[in-house]
């Protein structure tokens, strides 16, 4: 029995809404000298980032390029930026569907290459 695409994704939609949705409600409001905004910054520009792109660089090299996956993790994203942050956070849909782009096309790319490798042997 084949596995579809939408149930290969399934883990990394769920670690999306993860970090998304729980990492915001169970980080500290301080740590030392670091501020909650502070926190907050780090957490949307380099956790939610490296996220992004790791995850979409998996995907693509299991299933291949998906190109609604950029796009559906910014729909994930959008009602937490409104639930957690504020509206300036719009910016990081932006930079989340580049990630996400790039992760894919390097993901799919690596794919491709194994497959091409695969047959030469």
Do not use: H
Not at 22 to 47: C, N, R, V
Not at 66 to 77: A, D, K, N, S
Not at 80 to 102: E, G, P, R, T
């Amino acid at each position: 029995m084949k596995i579809s695409r939408e149930v290969k994704i399934l883990p990394y939609i769920l670690l999306c809404i993860l970090f998304f949705y729980i990492l915001p409600l169970i980080s500290p409001k301080e740590i030392g000298i670091f501020s909650y905004s502070f926190i907050k910054i780090i957490t949307l520009a380099i956790i939610n980032s490296l996220l992004v792109f790791f995850g979409s660089y998996l995907c693509s090299l299991i299933c291949g390029f998906i190109w609604y996956l950029p796009f559906l993790t910014g729909l994930l994203f959008a009602p937490a930026m409104f639930i957690f942050y504020d509206i300036s956070c719009w910016i990081y849909i932006l930079i989340y569907l580049l990630f996400n782009f790039l992760g894919c096309f390097l993901g799919s790319s690596m794919k491709k290459e194994r497959a091409k490798n695969k047959e030469l042997k």
